[in-house]
């Protein structure tokens, strides 16, 4: 009697192992079926009522990891409506994808900067990661993939969007060149949000919290390899991508106010210590709009003067003044280089900032992000 029920038990361990190696691919179902295997050979050697409990186990256990292994994950799409990226984020799913096997590919995608001069090409620099995912429970398993930092080329045509390439910044000791020569003049915003980690686990959890939501999945929380499960935040999929619809929560509708004002100019200092960046646009009314950051802070106002100074050595600067704090800069001429006076009265070499990357300022000043 007991060996009969010992029989019927193992036959369902091998069901059951037999489900999850067709249902599954990859390490998951080779370890399950392995340890279905070893299971099934310690019961096998005795046959005692102690065994035939273990087989017992051995069948619940199978099953239930069975049902979690042979639970799929739908595809990643982007779950807002804008075709930007809609292709954007297509695309890195598909070629970063293909480098990793195993689970739903899903996108993490930090934009450090657009350049949108040149409709032919425009240019997207940040990091550009994917990663798969097997479900465990109600936790998302990292399981393999990896971050693409670069900037992805895109061509806006009569077709629409679409992704004309990809140039890559290289691992190891041509990191740091690569960076400066691909990012150029967003190389300092680059660096900035890259050395974030907190920020950049803020973007991957709340992107994977919003797929969470689009798809109506019952998932909580996202583990690593090696690390603690990590709740998901609340999903925020309107507010998330609302800069790109281009109304902010608020109601404040941000391409209009893109439309209405002029760039005058802008300067930025690459210094880790002060990474004072500054923006200068005219209203329709004629009033003059000034946005600055400084070390993750975001000052901005309408300038109400802009009277002239000048430095000990007799340079010439216009000075303007943000949230009680008075910045001063010199956009550079034949005779002199771009220079920035910063709220102590520092003066720093300076560059000239991208109309992009300004207007970029003025969203975040409107939205918040």
Known sequence: MKKRVLTVLLSGVLAAASL??????????IETAAAVKEKAEEVAENVTEEDVEKAKEAVEEVVEKAEELTTELPEYE????????TVLYDYV?????KNSEGGVAIPDIMVTGIDESDKEDIKVYGDFACY????????????SGGSYPGCIHIKNGADGYTVTGMDMVEDGSNFDESVDRIF??????????YADDAGKENVWTQILANYVAANGLDIKYVQDYGWDPIKL???????????????????TDVQAVLGSITYMGGLYISDPDNDLMFSLFRNDDGS??????????LYYNVVQDMPS???????????????????GYNFGDDSNDPFVVDENGKVYAAKALDESAARNMVVKSLTGR
């Open 20 to 29: 999850c190696a067709c249902s599954t691919s990859g390490e998951n179902a």
């Open 184 to 193: 150029g003049d967003y190389a300092a915003d680059f660096r900035k949000a």
């Open 93 to 97: 799913v598909k070629e970063m994808g």
């Open 288 to 297: 003059v709009v000034a946005i600055v950051t400084k070390l993750g802070n």
């Open 233 to 251: 935040p609340a999903e925020n999929i309107d507010s998330f991508y609302s800069i790109l619809d281009g109304v902010d929560e608020g109601g």
């Open 132 to 143: 798969r995912y097997t479900l465990n429970g109600d936790t998302l398993e990292r399981t």
């Open 309 to 327: 100074a000048k430095l000990d050595d007799g340079r010439e600067y216009t000075q303007f003044t943000v949230e009680d704090r008075t910045f």
């Open 78 to 85: 982007y779950p807002g409506p804008e075709a930007f990226y």
